[in-house]
């Protein structure tokens, strides 16, 4: 979707600003995400990458409020869609939302369709939640969705159970009840990680596909940068909680700003360059995000660090064209503090 | 299905056969026997009662002769009370433990489930912590306990019910009330400790976390999403239970003064009654075979994953 889309004006549809969710455990708080912005596009895709315990998940749960409370709770920020705020909605106008406005696919699809219920149930039973038609005209609709991500025979098929779908067509089934009734916005929560790589590629471009024919914007969470250069217009970095870093995806593979983006970047294998047998990786762990003390988190494992990064969280700053960064090494030194 | 059944069926057969074997010989193992007394027989007597039952024919051809006899449906005199025989003593006593066992079972699933399922949607609050306790006395206070305690407050102290007795004794359906309360204390407890833990892991599974993203009411997920996969350990469950509450309690028909079965477990083999303790073997035996059969019919109608062929 990155190509000629760039001449079109965006219709601002998502605006996350300064979300915190945090959890209590016994251990501390643990901050999973604290304070990350970013905007959704009509349309757009973006992608949000970062390793496991990010808080990419947290993020696009955080959305749909589907945090488990207690331990979880979103403690600050707004998330606006069409100029409501998502966390001041009731309980009815949220459902209003959930799956018919952003819907959601989970990262595997052997466990996230109901095991009891035949597909058609779950199918019928999402479409006329949200819209006032007949069970017949549902199951006709839902039908036309399976054709529609591709599932063969899908008059049959749309009575069996989940459990006789392969995990790749099981998914597709997810897909096509996300979007069965014509979201705005889908959250695809590493869609194909309990994937076949073979099968990868197909979800992907069907996301892909069906998000440019029904005109979704697509949040796609991924801890794949590859996967991110192929489908997404614009990339979020996440670590420990904060996006450390955001861009046009373009910009973001040529010019990475931030270490970690730039050492994820070098992780990835890559056939067309030469390399000494051993792939690249960042050195150390990611960091335990209970109770983190105000410094940058990647400084443990950053080669650029600083002094100032082990005791400060650095500011965000715009490169220019929503290239935005948060590390010390873009700060002007005259600003650092104590510096 | 069709197939499966009548092969399951089929599949009892050799099991109480088994069953009933195994029964036979290990009773005659124990050391004593029926007719064994503080003062030796007269020589006459022992050997008027070693004809009458047998007893010195070889142990195979006994075994012959009772097998021979169980499966025309005949189980035999019994040792011990001279006038009646095995099936009259099960069938008289039987119905009566079996109308307690149904009363009692229906009140321990009508409020094990009922409360199990309110702990698990209000986890962590004063409605889960009291049924978890209820559930506690449940299972770690005694029949004889309990059994007592409800006829002090209830028969003695506010005169609603009768301590003891049965139908037979005038009171009607009224002397059923207590024993069953008691007898399903410690099934309602297992059962509301099972549907609480149950509907926790189902209610934190992916495909709930799927209904909650659609936009469903929080009613339709837990009746429409949950109750199935909720309900499979409970019935599993109730499987075994049922055939022993049915088979009747000692204890519980101690205290109630109720014509049951359960006393004939213990006191066949306080007699070395060898004809009726293999006969109640083999009624338990009948009513857990069929109960597990039910249940494993039960588990293919819930969990569409499980089919038999």
């Known amino acids: 979707m990155s190509n000629g889309n760039s001449l079109k004006t965006y219709k601002n549809l998502l605006e996350v600003r300064d979300l915190r969710t945090h959890f209590k455990t016994d251990a501390g708080i643990v901050k999973a995400v604290d304070g990350i912005s970013f905007t959704l596009n009509e349309g757009e895709t973006i992608g949000i990458v970062g390793e496991s315990g990010s808080g990419k998940s947290v ?3 955080s959305i749909m409020r589907l ?12 998330i606006i869609f069409e100029n409501k705020d998502i966390l001041k909605l009731s309980q009815r106008e949220l459902r209003h939302i959930r799956g018919n406005e952003i819907s ?29 038609i007949s069970r017949k005209e549902a199951l006709a609709k839902s039908i036309d969705m399976l054709k529609l ?25 997810m897909i096509g009840m996300a979007l069965s009734c014509e979201a705005k916005i889908l959250i695809a929560d590493e869609p194909t990680t309990a994937l076949d790589v073979t099968i990868q590629a197909q979800i992907l471009e069907l996301i892909q596909e069906l998000a440019k024919k029904l005109n979704t914007a697509v949040i796609l969470i991924t801890h794949d940068l590859g996967v991110v250069a192929g489908m997404c217009d614009s990339v979020c970095v996440m670590y420990a909680g904060k996006i450390v870093e955001k861009a046009k995806t373009e910009k973001l593979y040529a010019h990475p700003a931030h270490p970690y983006t730039d050492g994820l970047i070098q992780s990835v294998p890559r056939l067309d360059k030469a390399h000494d047998g051993k792939l690249f990786s960042i050195k150390g762990q990611p960091p335990n995000v209970i109770d983190l003390p105000d410094c940058c988190p990647f400084h443990p494992r950053c080669h650029k660090v600083m002094e100032v990064c082990r005791h400060h969280y650095p500011p965000t700053k715009d490169l220019g064209d929503g290239h935005e960064v948060s590390c010390w090494l873009y700060i002007d030194k005259k600003e650092h503090p104590d510096a | 299905m069709t197939k499966y059944i009548i092969k399951r069926l089929l599949g009892i057969i050799p099991t109480l056969l ?50 021979f006899d169980v499966l025309r449906g005949d189980l035999g005199p019994s040792y011990r009370y001279k006038d009646h025989d095995v099936n009259f003593y099960i069938f008289e006593s039987l119905p009566n433990s079996m109308i307690l066992g149904v009363i009692a079972i229906s009140i321990s699933i009508i409020f094990g489930i009922t409360s199990g399922m309110l702990a698990a949607l209000r986890q962590n609050t004063w ?28 028969a003695m102290k506010l005169q609603w019910l009768p301590t003891s007795g049965w139908f037979t004794s005038g009171d009607g359906w009224k002397t059923v009330i207590l024993p069953a309360i008691t007898l399903a204390f410690a099934h309602f407890a297992t059962i509301a400790r099972l549907t609480r833990s149950s509907m926790l892991d189902t209610l934190r599974s992916d495909y709930i976390r799927t209904a909650k993203a659609k936009g469903m009411k929080n009613s339709t997920i837990i009746f429409k999403h949950t ?7 409970i019935v599993s469950y109730l499987g075994p239970a049922f055939a022993g509450i049915i088979t009747g309690s000692v204890v519980v028909e101690q205290v109630f003064r109720i014509p049951g079965l359960g006393k004939f477990f213990v006191q066949s083999s306080f007699n070395r009654d060898y004809t009726l303790i293999v006969g109640v ?29």
Request: net charge positive.
């Open chain 2, 281 to 309: 073997v083999i009624v338990y035996s009948v009513i857990l075979v069929i109960m597990n059969f039910i249940v494993d019919i039960l588990y293919s109608l819930l969990d569409p994953r499980i089919t038999y062929k």
């Open chain 2, 227 to 233: 109750m199935k996969g909720t309900m499979l350990p």
């Open chain 1, 104 to 132: 959601m696919i989970f990262q595997d699809p052997m466990t996230s369709l109901n095991p009891f219920l035949k597909i058609s149930t779950q199918m019928v039973e999402t479409i006329r939640l949200h819209q006032n």
């Open chain 2, 127 to 154: 409605v889960d912590y009291l049924s978890m306790a209820f559930a506690v006395i449940g299972i770690s206070v005694p029949l004889f306990v309990i059994g007592p305690v409800l006829q002090y407050f209830f």
């Open chain 1, 149 to 173: 991500v591709g599932i063969p025979a899908a008059e049959e098929r749309i009575h069996n159970y989940p459990h006789q779908f392969s995990g790749g067509m099981r998914q597709r089934v």
């Open chain 1, 59 to 61: 993020t696009n749960l």
């Open chain 1, 67 to 78: 945090i488990q409370s207690p331990p979880g709770k979103i403690v600050g920020g707004e």
């Open chain 2, 18 to 67: 088994v069953i009933i074997t195994i029964s036979f010989f290990i009773v005659r193992v124990a050391p004593g026997g029926p007719f064994d007394g503080e003062r030796a027989l007269p020589e006459v007597v022992k050997r008027n009662i070693e004809a009458k039952y047998h007893i010195n024919d070889p142990l195979i051809m006994q075994y012959g002769r009772y097998m």
